[in-house]
């Protein structure tokens, strides 16, 4: 029986899907509101804060989007796409 910990972060789920399914980490985006998704974001190439994020989370994580929400996630991802 295989026994998995009730406690897998966003980081490790990031990165193990990563490698099952082979993406380069330069195709990565991830976008998080918390500080509990600071280690998700330093897993991917380009990781965000959407805007609404507390100020402790801010205050770890230096990439943070223009907005809150699906709007910062939106923006974002057209700015992204742009480059």
Do not use: W
């Not at 972060?9 to 490698?19: C, E, M, N, W």
């Not at 330069?26 to 805007?51: C, P």
């Amino acid at each position: 029986m295989l026994c998995i910990s009730r406690r897998i972060s966003a980081g490790s789920s990031v990165t193990y899907l990563i490698k099952k399914f082979s993406i380069p980490v330069n195709q990565t985006i991830a976008f998080g509101d918390s500080g509990n998704d600071i280690n998700m974001l330093n897993a991917v190439e380009y990781g965000y804060l959407v805007s609404n994020a507390p100020a402790e989370a801010k205050q770890l994580y230096p990439s943070i989007a223009e907005h809150p929400y699906n709007k910062g996630i939106l923006t974002t991802l057209t700015h992204i796409v742009k480059e």
